[in-house]
């Protein structure tokens, strides 16, 4: 059984570029979850794909967005980019019904700079 | 939406003492509320989870407790080791058939000195 993975694990941005982060979930799990954590603080919910679908989203712009593929692996895509968006990208995975653990990879930190 | 509060934001104990962090939370339908352990630029790991049907779990050194009714739930470690030094989140998180949405503390920062 494999785990969920993120890449890349580093990333430097210049404001106002776009960038894509990429996250493979546990092998069959078909729900996958993006968190931002700021330093110091704990994670906060950005949106959840569910079968592809967007199902629940948290008090992030629109210049957030993602997709989810048929392999239930997921991207994050954020426009613009501001210097309050450096962070560390996390996405978890997990399987639908009520075992509901949620397992994180192992993060993209972003610097915007 | 939910609001989860975490304290204290910082607990050093002595090697062998107990631990002890808090959390509450604003939204009566949350029903499932995990602990996590993030070690420093690693990944946020499960501990322990508690439903709301249940009171008390316990697993080894590591137990947490869920009042709802004053909605707040709370994490015991008894006899800290030094590898229990790390950031511990709680969170709290209504689960549908689709997953659930985390919604997490601010963090404690648990520092077990030898």
């Known amino acids: 059984e494999t785990g969920v993975t993120q890449s890349p694990t580093h990333l430097i941005k210049t404001r106002g570029q776009q960038v894509t982060l990429r996250c493979s979930s546990q092998?069959?799990?078909?729900?996958v979850s993006w968190y931002q954590q700021a330093l110091g603080q704990g994670p906060q919910f950005i949106f959840q794909?569910?079968?592809?679908?967007?199902?629940g989203r948290g008090n992030f712009p629109p210049r957030f967005s993602g997709l989810q593929f048929p392999n239930y692996s997921s991207e994050l895509n954020v426009n613009a980019l501001e210097l309050d968006d450096s962070a560390l990208y996390l996405c978890?995975?997990?399987?639908?019904?009520?075992?509901?653990?949620?397992?994180f990879g192992q993060g993209t930190r972003l610097t915007v700079v | 939406g939910e609001n989860v509060e975490q304290h204290p934001s910082t607990l050093s104990v002595q090697e062998g003492d107990s631990a002890v962090i808090k959390c509450t939370y604003s939204?009566?339908?949350?029903?499932?509320f995990p602990w996590y352990k993030q070690e420093l630029g690693k990944r946020p790991q499960l501990i322990i989870d508690?439903?709301?049907?249940?009171g008390e779990k316990k697993d080894q050194r590591i137990a947490v407790t869920l009042n709802k009714t004053a909605k707040h739930f709370s994490l015991h470690i008894t006899e800290t080791q030094p590898e229990d030094s790390a950031v511990y989140f709680c969170?709290?998180?209504?689960?549908?058939?689709?997953?659930?949405?985390?919604?997490f503390g601010g963090g404690t920062r648990v520092l077990v000195k030898p």
């Open positions: 978890a995975s997990s399987l639908e019904g009520r075992n509901t653990e949620a397992f």
């Open positions: 092998s069959g799990h078909n729900t």
């Open positions: 794909y569910y079968r592809e679908e967007e199902n």
């Open positions: 939204d009566s339908a949350s029903n499932y």
């Open positions: 508690i439903r709301s049907n249940v």
């Open positions: 969170a709290a998180s209504w689960v549908k058939a689709a997953g659930n949405k985390l919604t």
